[in-house]
């Protein structure tokens, strides 16, 4: 997999802004609203501290390392600045962390300049997880070569759903339906207390294209059709059963 390293290039080309050290301006208005989401509760929950610091990884790969420290003091975390969670499994890195970074990148970038950047950084989150764990897990090779192409899907969603579930406190869960291959979160970490007006878990979106790609091969479609930040009951993604061409 490769994926197009020039951010700042490509948010200056979309109408955003884009400064020295690749400081980029605010193109939205930053809510500091609390609220609480009736589908996740008032209770924090939490990641392992290394998909925490796959995420910030992969966003100083993505914006630099000015960009990202940038993105961090908008969110009120700038105590993460030079300062990553370590590479353990311990469950430290909270969802309201996550969210706050997730929405600073929106504040920061619009909703469209948003999306494309998070889905991206989701993807280099899955390749910087594959690096590490494959090797330890053995599940470079997951028997899967011979496999025909919807059931080699159905099992790699499967394994992204039960390491979520297993490891962290999203909670996720696959099912088929006439539509698609349905993943859905029922408690999400991007959208952690956060109100928006179209679907926002872009990072999950991401994973999962490069999880199908991994095991597969092909490009998948994958849309988020609900979200909980728009107060519906879980995260919903649609994935194709047929690859794009
Ligand atoms: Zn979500």
């Given at each position: ?31 500091n ?8 509760g ?14 910030f ?7 630099g390392?000015n ?10 975390l ?8 370590p ?8 969802f309201?962390n ?33 690096t590490e764990?494959?090797?330890i ?5 997951l ?12 099992i790699?969603l ?7 579930s ?11 339906t006439?539509e698609?291959?349905?993943y859905?979160n ?9 109100q928006?007006?179209?679907p ?10 490069a ?20 107060g519906?009951?879980?995260?919903r ?7 794009i061409?």
């Amino acid at each position: 997999m490769s994926f197009e390293r020039n951010e700042p290039e490509r948010i200056k080309a979309e109408g955003g802004a884009v400064g020295p050290g690749g400081i980029i301006t605010p193109s939205a208005g930053i809510s500091n609203s609390h609220y609480v989401n009736p589908h996740q509760g008032d209770t924090n929950l939490f990641y392992p501290n290394n998909m925490g610091r796959f995420f910030f990884v992969a966003m100083e790969e993505l914006l630099g390392k000015n960009g990202l420290n940038a993105v961090l003091n908008l969110a009120g975390l700038s105590r993460f600045i030079n300062n990553y969670p370590p590479n353990n499994l311990e469950k430290k890195f909270s969802f309201a962390n996550y969210a706050a970074i997730n929405q600073a990148i929106e504040d920061f970038y619009g909703v469209r300049g948003s999306k494309g950047l998070l889905l991206r950084a989701g993807k280099v989150c899955l390749e910087r997880a594959l690096t590490e764990y494959t090797a330890i897990a053995g599940v470079g090779n997951l028997g899967m070569r011979l496999m025909p192409q919807n059931i080699k899907v159905k099992i790699a969603l499967g394994v992204v759903a039960k390491t979520f579930s297993t490891i962290s406190d999203q909670s996720s869960k696959v099912s088929e339906t006439s539509e698609g291959f349905i993943y859905e979160n029922e408690t999400c970490s991007m959208c952690w207390h956060r109100q928006t007006t179209s679907p926002c878990c872009h990072v999950a979106n991401g994973v999962l294209i490069a999880t199908l790609h991994w095991a597969t091969t092909k490009n998948y479609r994958v849309n988020e059709v609900q979200c909980m930040a728009m107060g519906q009951p879980t995260c919903r993604f649609v994935i194709d059963k047929t690859p794009i061409e």
